[in-house]
């Protein structure tokens, strides 16, 4: 019997929803005043109310909300999907946050981006009180029997995350492939995929679900059964049409196997199915412009712009997107119309700034103005270095994709040396980043000299092995603190993934043996939450952030967020 049936514990649960913390998201004040009426009704009295997407913003950051309900259409073009994509991302709203959309609309698309995104439910109106009711205290009851596991995820604990996932397919065989979908993913994150394919198998012995489907061609994926994982993905595309990973998955793998034209496919068959997703469509125009399919990747990147025009996601490269293929097309007005919009919009930024200075240099060039696009570039480069410079104080990251933009002006402009010194470093600091080295590489086969890339990447990758063995070799012969000492000087030289993995890694593995050091274990964080910029989902970054829980917890230390 649905635990929710027992009359005792609904009444308990009806007392909790009244305890609850409420945020109702709606641009027309009746409509919010409406369902306040209908939460009262029900017992709810905490109830804040936000008209505007900035103003959950301001909300979310000053209150922590057990509920979220929001419209789907809101204030600014935007809806509640992409609401749920800019607080997710950013961190804003907890995993134990009911977050549901209310929505009038029936249409495939809005549903399957709903789908797609996972809001906890949503609610079709018209609808009672008591159905409002029923769905909260379904949904409360679930978050409630999953929140040890939200509480390990949230506090960086995979460990105990997987064992709570344990506790709850014991004890509450309803909730059971909840628990097992988490536990797979969390063994993802921690690079135990050969666990993580058991777990899927379990899951597909029993119920045959596209996303235990997906989770097995990723652990496929991993152990390089390549041709195996395409397969299964491309049948759960048949099955489950709607289920938009797959797409992203295959083309995950078509791009490992060099095959760029099927990637884009896959990914264009997601944005067609799911056109106001700003993360996929930011991939096709990517990949679009590597296979230079510039008219897609300008329809791609046009969509990005216009979905994230107020939205506190929107970026610079947004617009340098967009304005760099316009300039490829030879539609110089249309590229300036752009830089327009950006210096508007970002007035006042230094990146911004830069980005406009390397866009009107690019169009300078198209123009035949070499003069005037060198002495664009010069002052690109001026202002570039001093927010680097301010940006290593402050720690503040800059956009690796204007930097290689910059040194694609430079290349242009004929000054070779300073785009070899950006592209340099931006390899070597994001060395793991495939995407960001094809960029690279693009940027000198555009400039006529595609051996002169592949040389610099070489050369690049060949120094981060030497960097690397000497901190590896040094902890092999015992010299543990020679090791973290030679670690730590590659993480501040060369401030790239690996490095940073390694050495905050190679600190707290020192501080296990010899005792807890607030300041070294300072250094450590800072490792882990610069990594942690870099690729949160990161194997590599969830391995170093199990061990410095394990270490910190066995001194007896409080566990920080590495932020």
Not at 74 to 99: C, F, K, M, N, W
Not at 158 to 184: K, N, S, T, W
Not at 219 to 228: I, T, V, Y
Request: aromatic letters at 4%.
């Amino acid at each position: 019997m649905d635990v929710l049936d027992n009359e005792e514990m609904l009444l308990i649960l009806q007392q909790a929803l009244k305890k609850k913390r409420v945020l109702i998201v709606d641009r027309h004040p009746p409509a919010r005043d409406s369902l306040r009426l209908m939460l009262s009704a029900v017992g709810v009295t905490t109830v804040h109310g936000a008209g505007s997407s900035a103003e959950v913003i301001r909300q979310v950051k000053g209150n922590r909300f057990d509920i979220v309900l929001s419209d789907f259409i809101l204030d600014d073009g935007r809806d509640g999907q992409q609401l749920l994509e800019e607080l997710r991302h950013a961190h804003l709203i907890p995993l134990s946050t009911v977050y549901m959309i209310i929505t009038g609309e029936r249409a495939y698309n809005n549903v399957v981006s709903l789908a797609e995104l996972a809001p906890d439910d949503y609610l079709i109106k018209p609808f009672t009180a008591d159905q409002l009711q029923a769905r909260l205290i379904r949904a409360i009851y679930k978050k409630h029997i999953l929140h040890k596991i939200y509480y390990q995820i949230e506090r960086g604990d995979l460990r105990e995350a997987i064992l709570a996932c344990h506790r709850v397919v014991q004890q509450q065989p309803v909730y059971m492939y909840d628990a097992l979908r988490f536990e797979g993913e969390l063994l993802h994150n921690l690079g135990r995929h050969q666990e993580a394919e058991a777990v899927y198998r379990k899951v597909l012995e029993g119920k045959v679900v596209p996303w235990a489907k997906m989770g097995l061609a990723l652990a496929l994926k991993e152990r390089g059964a390549l041709d195996e994982a395409e397969k299964l993905a491309e049948q759960v595309t048949q099955e489950a049409p709607e289920f938009l990973s797959a797409y992203d998955f295959l083309a995950s793998v078509h791009e490992a196997q060099g095959r760029l034209e099927e990637a884009q496919l896959a990914l264009q068959r997601a944005a067609d199915i799911s056109p106001n997703n700003t993360v996929r469509q930011r991939l096709v125009g990517d990949i679009a412009t590597r296979n230079k399919d510039l008219l897609s990747a300008e329809k791609a990147y046009g969509k990005v712009l216009e979905r994230h025009r107020g939205s506190s996601l929107k970026t610079v490269d947004d617009f340098t997107n967009l304005s760099r293929v316009l300039v490829e097309r030879g539609d110089v007005t249309a590229s300036r119309k752009i830089v327009s919009d950006m210096k508007r919009e970002w007035r006042g930024d230094k990146q911004a700034e830069v980005a406009g200075m390397v866009m009107e240099s690019l169009c300078l060039q198209q123009e035949g103005a070499t003069d005037k696009a060198q002495q664009m570039v010069a002052q690109a480069l001026a202002l570039h270095e001093e927010i680097l410079a301010g940006a290593k104080e402050s720690g503040k990251p800059t956009s690796n994709r204007l930097s290689v933009d910059l040194a694609h002006a430079c290349l242009a402009s004929g000054n070779e040396e300073a785009a070899q010194k950006i592209l340099r470093q931006v390899a070597a600091e994001n060395n793991e980043d495939t995407h960001l080295l094809g960029l690279i590489t693009d940027v000198y086969k555009k400039t006529g000299n595609e051996d002169a890339g592949k040389a610099l990447l070489d050369q690049v990758g060949a120094e981060i092995i030497e960097l690397n063995n000497r901190g590896v070799m040094a902890a092999r012969s015992g010299d543990l603190d020679g090791s973290v000492q030679l670690l730590i000087q590659a993480a501040e030289k060369v401030p790239n993934l690996q490095f940073l993995v390694n050495a905050s890694k190679a600190i707290f593995t020192l501080l296990d043996r010899k005792g807890w050091d607030h300041d070294m274990a300072e250094r450590g964080l800072h490792y882990l939450a610069k990594a942690q910029q870099k690729d949160r989902r990161s194997p590599k970054v969830a391995s170093a952030r199990e061990l410095y829980t394990t270490v910190a917890k066995k001194y007896g230390i409080a566990v920080s967020d590495a932020e």
